[in-house]
């Protein structure tokens, strides 16, 4: 089994940043994929971004240029920098992780985006 903790949501001003975190504990097989997903109200659930634990990224094109996805395969955490934050940004964020035959979902935490 396999535990994701976030952290980091909440309420920013358009233009404002915010930092996410998540933390994976549990049967993790070294070579995985950790990522973000964000639901909106009214909206099925998208990538965000995703990074394998070699290193490879990529973005969904809504965020390219303001959101930045890190990992310490140390500590099995992976985060998301979000910079340049606009409304349609307001979302339930998702961490997941990836592993050789299963994935696990965090609980999810808010991030809205408004003056």
């Known amino acids: 089994q396999v535990q994701l903790v976030e952290s980091g949501g909440g309420l920013v001003q358009p233009g404002g940043s915010l930092r996410l975190s998540c933390a994976a504990s549990g049967s993790i097989f070294r070579f995985n994929t950790m990522g973000w997903y964000r639901q909106a109200p009214g909206k099925e659930r998208e990538l965000v971004a995703a990074?394998?634990?070699?290193?490879?990224?990529n973005y969904a094109d809504s965020v390219k240029g303001r959101f930045t996805i890190s990992r310490d395969n140390a500590k099995n955490t992976v985060y998301l920098q979000m910079a340049s934050l606009k409304p349609e940004d307001t979302a339930v964020y998702y961490c997941?992780?990836?592993?050789?035959?299963?994935?696990?979902w965090g609980q999810g935490t808010q991030v809205t985006v408004s003056s």
């Open positions: 997941k992780i990836t592993l050789v035959s299963n994935q696990y």
């Open positions: 990074a394998t634990s070699a290193g490879a990224t």
